[in-house]
């Protein structure tokens, strides 16, 4: 029998206690052991669980129960979950989790911690929800050298995006049916302010590249000046607007961002919608693979979770993988990204004509003028821009 703990009992701690009990028989056929919950830790009490008798308070007690071999870190937040992993990983216990802030912040740590002793770190479910992305990604094309990954990383904000351009409802009332159905963070900024996406781009580009980028590092926009009349003239155009988070190697160098995007309707990740999540990965031998699937919520982060429980059972010789901190000299300035872009101004299409040689119009109204730029670099963009009155200014993808 194999003894795990779980720490933290919100919805995706609950949701892996839900996997292991619903899915017991199917584990034990493909692992050839049955999965025990010993232990889970939250400050509260659940009385009215069928999981109440196993609740403690004490991490403690886990840590020295040497019976517990696998702990899910379900936690959220940077601290305790970091410290509790790392003191989890110094006593051989293997750690996995959906932990996304420790995993982009503390990653490279915690998995030079489970190397030294022996043990494992996982964190499918730190990306893409449900959708198995990182582990495909780190074996499945290993052969390849990866040259770019687009994605759609956070299931709230196209949700929201997507509820506004359907279903042209508000951005507050979107936000709230996001939170109801256990997408959203503690804190609503993490998701509409792009961290989230930052966090789990940061990740993916580790997997991709070896390095691991400081989210700080890492030019972020969210989705609060995304307005209906420029989620319109894209549609026109033949783009949706997404969130997405990029990651690119450029002559050897890290380029990493997120921003919203205007994704061409050729491209599949523009028909990814609601809270399904979208990773689009080019690779020099394997060219463009997508991975789609939903990207929040309670089963499906949890799906992710267990699976990893899983590997480590039944695989529990595999080597962790190993990341360098990413230096200032592995990454390309922002200021030196080329891109084309989408711009809206209430300057007039003279003054425009003015600035950029070459420009396409998309619409003209109320006193409104939006056209797209063939690709220049960001420094030159923002001179060009200085000479008008700029409403909005979008990269496309
Ligand atoms: N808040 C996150 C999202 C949860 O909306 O995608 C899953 O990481």
New binding site residues.
């Given amino acids: 029998m194999i003894n795990i703990a779980i720490l933290g009992f919100g919805v995706v701690g609950s949701g892996i206690a839900e996997v292991i009990t619903q899915n017991s028989e199917i584990i034990k056929k493909k692992i050839g052991d049955s999965i025990n919950i010993k232990y889970i830790l939250d400050l509260r009490e659940f009385p009215d669980s069928p999981f109440a008798d196993k609740i403690v308070h004490d991490f403690n007690i886990i840590l020295n129960d040497d019976e517990v071999s696998i702990v899910a870190e379900a936690m959220g937040g940077l601290h305790p979950a970091f410290d509790f992993s790392e003191q989890a990983l110094k006593k051989g216990k293997s750690v996995v989790t ?1 932990n ?1 802030h420790v995993v982009a912040e503390k990653g490279d740590v915690l998995l030079k911690t489970a190397e030294e002793n022996g043990a494992r770190y996982l964190f499918e ?5 449900g959708i198995p992305v990182l582990r495909p990604l780190g074996t499945c094309l290993a052969a390849n050298k990866i040259n770019e990954i687009n994605g759609i ?7 929201i995006l997507t509820q506004m351009i359907d279903f042209g409802k508000t951005f507050e009332v979107a936000l709230k049916e ?1 939170q109801q159905k256990g ?3 503690a804190n609503p900024s ?2 509409v302010d792009g961290i ?2 930052c966090r ?1 781009i940061c990740i993916l580009a580790a997997i991709a590249f070896g390095k691991l980028i400081d989210p700080s590092e890492v030019s972020t926009t969210g989705i609060s000046n995304i307005r209906l009349n420029d989620v319109k003239n894209a549609s026109e155009a033949g783009y949706a607007i997404k969130l997405i988070g990029q990651a690119k190697d450029i002559d050897g160098k890290m380029s990493v961002s997120v921003a919203p995007r205007l994704v061409p309707h050729d491209n599949l990740l523009s028909k990814v919608d609601d ?1 399904f ?1 979208g990773v689009l990965v080019n690779g020099n031998a394997s060219d463009d693979i997508i991975f789609i699937g939903k ?3 309670k089963m499906p ?1 949890a799906s992710a979770v267990v699976s990893d429980i899983v590997d480590i059972a039944g695989r529990p010789e595999i080597k962790n993988q190993q990341w360098d901190k990413a230096e200032k000299t592995d990454l390309v300035s922002a200021d030196d990204v080329v891109a084309s872009y989408y711009v809206c101004t209430s300057s007039s299409e003279d003054a425009v004509k003015a600035v950029f040689a070459e420009y396409s119009a998309l619409s003209l109204k109320d006193g409104e003028f939006a056209f797209i730029i063939p690709a220049l670099k960001k420094t030159e963009l923002d001179e060009k821009l200085a000479k008008l009155e700029v409403i909005s200014c979008l990269e496309i993808l």
């Avoid at 479910?125 to 929800?129: K, Q, R, T, W």
Wanted: glycine content about 18%.
């Fill in positions: 959906s996304k479910a730190s990306v893409g929800g990383l956070n299931g709230t904000t196209n949700y996001a997408y959203a963070e993490a998701d989230d996406a789990k809270v999540n990207g929040a919520g982060t």
